[in-house]
Nanobody, 122 residues
Framework: QVQLEESGGGSVQAGGSLRLSCAASRSTQYCKAWFRQVGEQEREGVAAIDSDGGTIYADSVKGRFTISQDSAENRLFLQMNSLKPEDTAMYFC??????????????????WGQGTQVTVSS
């Protein structure tokens, strides 16, 4: 059992930056990730990080977003730079409960936060 809670969302103009944070109730051993969802559309993977610090990113955010973690604080981060209106979405953090290479696929993640809204205006 692990509880996740996102924070740091808000409204920003295109080209701006935001840093999202996800606090976990306890340490997590395996992959952790950020997903985003627009309305009732499919939730899509944004970035993931493994226990060794290895990362993967969706092509749409590569070069603009950076995922990181502070293991001592059980916290996950997503630094978002050069934000675009199409980045507007509800952002969720997630954690896996089994070992394996990280993937950006919803069924692989067992624990989810409630989400934090990011709105980018032009």
């Amino acid at each position: 059992q692990v509880q996740l809670e996102e924070s740091g969302g808000g409204s920003v103009q295109a080209g701006g930056s935001l840093r999202l944070s996800c606090a976990a109730s306890r340490s997590t051993q395996y992959c952790k990730a950020w997903f985003r969802q627009v309305g009732e559309q499919e939730r899509e993977g944004v970035a993931a990080i493994d226990s060794d610090g290895g990362t993967i990113y969706a092509d749409s955010v590569k070069g603009r977003f950076t995922i990181s973690q502070d293991s001592a604080e059980n916290r996950l981060f997503l630094q978002m730079n050069s934000l675009k209106p199409e980045d507007t979405a509800m952002y969720f953090c997630a954690a896996e409960t089994r070992p394996g290479y990280c993937v950006l696929r919803v069924p692989e993640y067992n624990y989810w936060g409630q989400g934090t809204q990011v709105t980018v205006s032009s």
